[in-house]
């Protein structure tokens, strides 16, 4: 059965090529544009991975994250970051925090290329 | 003493009188003696001549005994005329020397009595010769009968002798009194010899007592003087002993005669090693003349040299180590004798502490002088007597000009009177510091006449009941200047900041387009979204390749924004650099290819471990590379790893066109490209060399660039293994 893939992002185009890909991929994918609205998505669908970009307005990626994290039904979901390694205005995030898992996050550096999505996700799914 | 003398002489005229008066005496009594004795033998003689007179008599009276035995009248006659002729002769001679000898009535007596004996003896004779005559008659009885009458005529004539020895005797007792009564006079005067005798002997005594007593006297006084002078000199060789200072006395040729306890301790050597020694010996400085003494010695202090004279030498101790000594010599007449003393001090203590001082001034002019801020003292006349090194420089005046000046012409005119009161004010209150405040900026004036801001404190200090005021002050030109430039440094970084954080803002909107666009393309160029023609393919590939370039000049502006700030983070980590080098080469043998080049690699060894972020060495690699690529038309390029035991060597070396040496040293400045214009494709950022530079900096190594121009360049880094 196809996985899910919730993929989050306040940039439409970006969404919407991910999305692309991920289809071309097998991958179920479902979308939002915002973190309250990835939240309540996540919520519903239940999806085998989350992919959230991370500055967004309203809801900051990372704190959709720590949401999940502290939901009981959405705690092992593995969450996948695109960032442009900035976190907020003259704040950049730290290196070593955008690289490996760490804390059962994953990063991926914008831009990045479809193919580098999909052996991530193939990655993290087959982590598990 | 000279008030006995003229007791002396009388005494001793006196002495001489008496015993001269004394030898006459006894010399006159001495006479006397000898004439009584004399006379006496004399007048013995005479009765012993007129005893043989009486003799004579007695043989005259003889014969007219004699005949009436022999019966011979006419012998007897014979025999009696013979023995009257002896008796008369005698008695001649006798009275002859008495008329000759004796003198005066004593002579008449006597010849009176001669004349008796004489008339005696006539009778007597002329009676015997009637005897005789009887006796040659034969009348022998009448003879007998008148030789009674002759027997009493003997009488008579031994009655006339017995007379005239009576006078003798009478006249020698006579004479012996005169002569005892002479000598008895002259007893008196012996008598009175005596009592100048006694007086004599008495006043010698008196007078030798005088002077056994003042004697006495004097010599008690000398024993005190001498007693009093042994204190004396005890005392002055405690006092000396007790001296600090050394005191030594010495001789018109320098030997040395005495020197005290101090001496002793300053040349390390006991009085009794020293003594005699000529104290030259106790010298090290040399004479002034350096005249060398015989055998080429240091010459020799005459006690001359340095009498009266103080000076200060190098003395030498016993153990012949050498120290400054402080020397006052003074000359003095001991009786008829020169004498030196020499009043010396050890003053090494004394040197030290002036070295110190004179260290300690020559210090603080140091400090003084070297001060970064402006020193200037001033008397209670306001007149300047110090200005040091940096307050020549601020004011431009030599500190010969400043000196014996006031203030005044340092001071802009508005400030003077000011600072007049200033100073009266403070030198009021008694307090020793403070700093000098103005409603607005304090300004001096250089000697050009240019005032200029400064700022300055003023201290008081009583020295040597002097009242110094010291200013120190400090020029604010270049403060201000500084503060200037700070304020714009300030206002640069916070332009850089906002520079900074402006890439960091455009690079994240720039890459969420790109990311995009880049899917956007690379989905229709992979047929995802629909079947494409060739040449739709090659135009998308064309499209792709500018967006990758595109992206890189993103991340090289992100990581130079990221450098700029500091925020360059490290993930260091065990990392085979071989590995790095050799897949860096990989993915630049196209590009190299295309061009025509040859990119070759030469290891060391097949696998080097270092402690380094690998995407970061990547990105070095990738960025020399790109760059020896970029400026390199034909021939090749060389990638070396080399292991360097600590440290891994790295080197690109290529054959292009090369670097200018006016160009080599700013090759790793950001955006510096003059005159490197590539040879194909776009200009860079410009940015790939710094950041290749701030990476291996960051990993404690270093870069260097080579370069022959129409020869090639070699970039080579040095990395630490950890």
């Known amino acids: ?107 991926l550096a914008k831009p990045f290329k479809g193919i580098e999505l999909l052996e991530m996700l193939g990655k993290v799914l087959g982590d598990r | 003493m000279a008030r006995l003398l003229p007791i002396y002489y009388v005494l001793a005229a006196f002495s001489i009188f008496t015993v001269a008066m004394s030898l006459y005496l006894n010399h006159k009594i001495m006479a006397i003696y000898t004439d009584s004795v004399d006379s006496n033998r004399r007048w013995a003689e005479r009765l012993t001549q007129y005893s043989e007179l009486g003799q004579l008599a007695a043989a005259v009276n003889g014969p007219p005994n004699d005949v009436f035995e022999s019966h011979d009248p006419v012998a007897e006659a014979g025999r009696m005329q013979v023995a009257l002729t002896r008796f008369d002769k005698s008695l001649r001679g006798l009275r002859g020397e008495v008329h000759a000898h004796v003198s005066g009535q004593e002579a008449a007596a006597l010849i009176r009595d001669f004349e008796a004996v004489d008339a005696a003896m006539i009778e007597m004779t002329r009676e015997a010769a009637q005897i005789f005559s009887y006796y040659a008659q034969n009348q022998v009885k009448v003879a007998g009968e008148w030789m009674a009458t002759v027997d009493h005529r003997y009488g008579d004539v031994n009655k006339a002798l017995a007379r005239l020895r009576t006078h003798v005797g009478a006249i020698q007792g006579a004479r012996f009194d005169e002569e005892i009564r002479s000598a008895g006079a002259l007893q008196k005067f012996n008598y009175l010899i005596a009592v100048l005798v ?74 009794s090693e020293v003594i005699g020694h000529n104290f030259s010996e106790l010298l090290l400085t040399e004479r002034p003349d350096g005249d060398p003494g015989p055998g080429g010695e240091l010459a020799r202090w005459q006690p001359e040299d340095l009498a009266g004279r103080r000076s200060e030498m190098i003395g030498r101790r016993k153990n012949g180590t050498a120290f400054p000594l402080d020397l006052a010599v003074n000359e003095m007449q001991v009786g008829h004798r020169k004498m030196f003393t020499g009043v010396l001090r050890d003053i090494t203590e004394r040197k030290r502490v002036e070295e110190e001082l004179r260290a300690g001034e020559e210090r603080l002019a140091a400090i003084i002088d070297t001060a970064m801020v402006g020193i200037i003292s001033l008397d209670e006349e306001s007149r300047i007597v110090l200005f040091n090194a940096a307050a020549e420089t601020i004011f431009c005046c030599p500190a010969a000009d400043a000196i014996g000046n006031t203030l005044d012409r340092f001071m802009p005119e508005r400030f003077q009177e000011v600072h007049r009161k200033h100073v009266q004010r403070f030198a009021a209150t008694g307090v020793t510091t403070r700093s000098m405040r103005s409603p607005g900026t304090l300004y001096a004036r250089r000697a050009n006449g240019e005032d200029f801001p400064m700022e300055a404190t003023i201290s008081q200090a009583k020295i040597g009941g002097q009242t110094l005021l010291t200013v120190i002050l400090r020029d604010l030109t270049e403060r201000k200047q500084a503060e200037e430039l700070a304020r714009l440094y300030a ?41 494409t023609t060739v040449d739709q393919r090659d135009f998308l590939s064309i499209v792709l390749t500018d967006i990758d370039r595109l992206s890189r000049i993103i ?54 471990q270092v402690y380094a972020d690998p995407d970061k060495l990547a990105q070095v690699f990738a960025n020399l590379l790109g760059n020896a690529l970029k400026f390199t038309e034909s021939g090749e390029v060389v990638l070396t790893v080399e292991d360097m035991g600590e440290h891994v060597s790295c080197a690109i070396r290529d054959t292009g066109r090369g670097i200018a040496p006016d160009d080599l040293p700013k090759v790793f400045q950001k955006f510096y490209q003059a005159s490197r214009t590539p040879v194909t494709g776009g200009q860079g950022t410009g940015l790939g060399l710094p950041i290749a530079k701030a990476i291996v900096e960051s990993h404690g190594g270093a870069i260097s660039a080579r370069s022959e121009v129409g020869a090639g360049s070699t970039f080579t880094f040095v990395l630490p293994k950890k």
Do not use: W
Request: hydrophobic share 40%.
């Open chain 1, 1 to 107: 059965m196809a996985k899910n893939v919730l993929v989050v992002d306040d940039e439409p185009g970006i969404v919407k090529m991910v999305e692309s890909r991920l289809r071309v991929a097998g991958y179920g994918v479902v979308t939002a544009t915002g973190g309250e609205e990835a939240l309540r998505k996540c919520r519903e669908t239940k999806p085998d991975v989350a992919v959230l970009d991370v500055m967004m307005p309203g809801l900051p990626g990372d704190h959709v994250a720590q949401a999940m994290r502290d939901d009981p039904t959405l705690c092992d979901v593995p969450v996948i970051f695109l960032t442009a390694l900035v976190r907020k205005q003259g704040a950049p995030l730290d290196e070593a925090y955008l690289r490996g898992p760490v804390a059962g996050f994953y990063y």
């Open chain 2, 198 to 271: 006694v007086v004599m002997v008495g006043s010698t005594t008196g007078y030798g007592y005088k002077l056994a007593t003042r004697e006495a006297t004097q010599q008690r006084e000398l024993q005190r003087h001498i007693a009093g002078l042994r204190d004396a000199e005890a005392r002055t060789r405690s006092i000396l002993d007790t001296a600090a200072d050394g005191i030594v006395t010495f001789d018109e040729d320098g030997a040395i005669e005495s020197l005290n306890h101090a001496a002793e301790r300053i040349f390390g050597a006991p009085a």
């Open chain 2, 491 to 531: 206002k640069s970084k916070e332009l850089d900041q906002l520079r900074t954080e402006f890439i960091y803002n455009l690079t994240h909107e720039l890459r969420t387009p790109l990311t995009t666009i880049r899917e956007g393309v690379s989905q229709v160029a992979e047929g995802i979204l629909g079947s």
């Open chain 2, 555 to 608: 991340n090289d502006l992100l990581d130079e924004a990221k450098i700029e700030a500091g925020r360059l983070e490290l993930a260091r980590q065990p990392v085979d650099i071989v590995g790095i080098a050799r897949q860096e080469s990989r993915l630049f043998g196209a590009r190299a290819q295309a061009k025509g080049l040859d990119i070759r690699t030469d290891f060391s060894d097949p696998e080097i």
